[in-house]
């Protein structure tokens, strides 16, 4: 089956960050046995074949899976050419502090069906967690998942994940299968998961960590077989 996915470019030379559940099923399987449910529920997702397209360009580019952090749901795609000009790139960790209340938004795109339009998601900061990450509560709907979130002067804040709670309180269970999927429906946590944005110098963490693994894949690939 072929599955069509939202990505941002992080890096000039093609790596693309994206909510690792459009790749992995993991999330879905922790959070459900979570709950306490779902013993027998099995799902596996192995995608085998990355095509990446960008704006204004009509080529569809070969990726590989460079690197994905299961806990914070976000995957990266590295371009498996260089790009013939230094792609326009999202830079995390430069903009100020987010606090509550700031206005920030961020850009989605429709189905195939409706042309892949790009559209505005514009949302507040409405608060902050502690645990079990650091994180912005944004009251802000799901379609900007693994998707970067900008203050008003357009610098990169954050990027928007899902996050699991491990808490064996009883306040912090709760929910059923279809919690994973209430959060489509502007949920902003149901259960033990929940939608958040991770701030910008976790991002950048991320980034580097995911780049660095990159051009390791990438100058592997270019070895000449023994």
Same mark, same amino acid.
């Given at each position: 089956s072929?599955?069509d996915?939202?990505? /941002?470019?992080?890096?000039?030379g @093609?790596l $693309?960050l994206?909510?690792?559940?459009?790749?992995? +099923?993991?999330r879905?399987?922790? !959070?459900?046995?979570?709950?306490?449910?779902?013993e027998d529920?099995?799902?596996?997702?192995?995608?085998?074949?990355?095509r990446?397209t960008i704006a204004?360009?009509?080529?569809e580019?070969r990726?590989?899976l460079?690197a994905s952090d299961?806990?914070l749901?976000?995957?990266?795609?590295?371009l498996?050419d260089?790009?013939?000009h230094p792609l326009v790139?999202?830079e995390?960790?430069?903009?100020?502090?987010?606090a509550?209340g700031?206005?920030v938004?961020?850009?989605?795109?429709l189905s195939?069906?409706?042309d892949r /339009?790009a559209?505005?998601?514009? @949302?507040? $900061?409405a608060?902050?967690i502690a645990?079990?990450? +650091?994180?912005?509560?944004?009251d !802000?709907?799901p379609?900007?998942?693994?998707?970067?979130?900008?203050?008003?002067?357009?610098?990169?804040v954050?990027?928007v994940?899902t996050?699991?709670?491990?808490a064996?309180?009883?306040a912090a269970?709760?929910?059923d299968m279809?919690s994973y999927?209430?959060?489509?429906?502007?949920r902003?946590?149901?259960?033990?998961l929940?939608?958040?944005l991770?701030?910008?110098?976790r991002?950048?963490e991320l980034?580097?960590?995911a780049?660095q693994?990159?051009?390791?894949?990438l100058?592997?690939?270019a070895a000449?077989?023994?």
């Amino acid at each position: 089956s072929v599955l069509d996915a939202l990505g /941002a470019v992080v890096d000039p030379g @093609g790596l $693309i960050l994206l909510w690792n559940s459009q790749l992995s +099923a993991n999330r879905l399987m922790d !959070a459900v046995h979570q709950m306490g449910e779902g013993e027998d529920f099995k799902l596996k997702m192995t995608p085998t074949d990355f095509r990446v397209t960008i704006a204004g360009d009509p080529t569809e580019h070969r990726a590989f899976l460079a690197a994905s952090d299961s806990e914070l749901d976000l995957a990266f795609l590295q371009l498996e050419d260089k790009p013939a000009h230094p792609l326009v790139s999202i830079e995390f960790g430069k903009s100020k502090p987010a606090a509550i209340g700031d206005t920030v938004m961020g850009v989605s795109r429709l189905s195939p069906a409706f042309d892949r /339009a790009a559209f505005f998601e514009t @949302g507040h $900061i409405a608060g902050r967690i502690a645990k079990p990450t +650091a994180a912005l509560i944004l009251d !802000a709907s799901p379609a900007l998942l693994g998707l970067p979130v900008f203050d008003v002067e357009g610098r990169a804040v954050g990027a928007v994940a899902t996050v699991l709670s491990r808490a064996s309180e009883p306040a912090a269970q709760g929910g059923d299968m279809m919690s994973y999927f209430a959060l489509g429906r502007g949920r902003m946590e149901n259960g033990p998961l929940g939608v958040f944005l991770l701030p910008g110098e976790r991002l950048q963490e991320l980034v580097g960590a995911a780049r660095q693994r990159a051009r390791e894949l990438l100058s592997e690939r270019a070895a000449p077989a023994p």
